[in-house]
Nanobody, 129 residues
């Protein structure tokens, strides 16, 4: 059973930055597609970003394109989400999620919130002045 632990959330002013981390229990990241989704109060889950098992073909939701970057450290078996130019509408609980797909391809951001079976407990991000 893959375990994911998110960290790095907090309170930040509009225009600021945060870096979220997702530490995994995977023996290797090369067997999993990994991504992020978020949920704000009263709103549906929203796919944020994902990458394939080789860390390629990163995809982003339209609302975060150009501001967020997903990347990984294979030695630490950790995936990161760098969030820049944060807006109040980015507020929510951010979850790291994964699916066992040991072959490269194109990840679908919407799949992160719908189908991927592994996810963590989430980390709160609040963007407010």
């Amino acid at each position: 059973q893959l375990q994911l632990v998110e960290s790095g959330g907090g309170l930040v002013q509009p225009g600021g930055s945060l870096r979220l981390s997702c530490a995994t229990s995977a023996s290797t990241l090369d067997e999993y597609y990994i991504g992020w989704f978020r949920q704000a109060p009263g709103k549906e889950r929203e796919g944020v970003s994902c990458m394939d098992n080789l860390g390629r073909t990163p995809n982003y939701g339209d609302s975060v394109k150009g501001r967020f970057i997903i990347f990984r450290d294979t030695v630490k078996r950790t995936v990161y989400l760098q969030m820049n130019n944060l807006k109040p509408e980015d507020t929510g609980v951010y979850y790291c999620a994964a699916d066992y797909i040991p072959h490269p391809g194109v990840c679908v951001v919407e799949d992160v919130k719908k189908r991927w079976p592994y996810y963590g407990q989430g980390t709160q991000v609040t963007v407010s002045s």
